[in-house]
C-alpha cells in the first residue's frame, strides 16, 4: 500500500507530471534537457526526478558524468 501512496504523490505534482510527459513524448533524456523544457533549475528538476525514481516511475542510466532518465 505504501507503494501506491509514493506513486500517487509523486504524481499529485505538476512539474513531475510535465517530467512525465516529456519521457513518454522522448523516450529518454538527460537532466539538462528536461531542466531547460521545464524552466526550472538542475537541483529543482534533479529533486523531482529523484522522487519519480524513487517512486519507480523513471529509470536512470549513467554515462560518464550525464544521467538520463526514461520511463
Do not use: P
Not at 501506491?4 to 505534482?13: E, G, H, Q, R, V
Not at 538527460?30 to 538542475?42: L, M, N, P, R, Y
Amino acid at each position: 500500500m505504501r507503494e501506491l501512496s509514493d506513486i500517487f504523490k509523486a504524481l499529485a505534482d505538476e512539474t513531475r507530471l510535465a517530467i512525465m510527459a516529456l519521457l513518454l513524448e522522448h523516450g529518454e533524456l538527460c537532466v539538462c534537457d528536461i531542466e531547460q523544457a521545464i524552466g526550472a533549475t538542475q537541483s529543482k528538476t534533479s529533486r523531482h526526478l529523484r522522487y519519480l525514481l524513487h517512486a519507480g516511475l523513471v529509470q536512470d542510466r549513467r554515462e560518464g558524468v550525464w544521467v538520463h532518465y526514461s520511463l
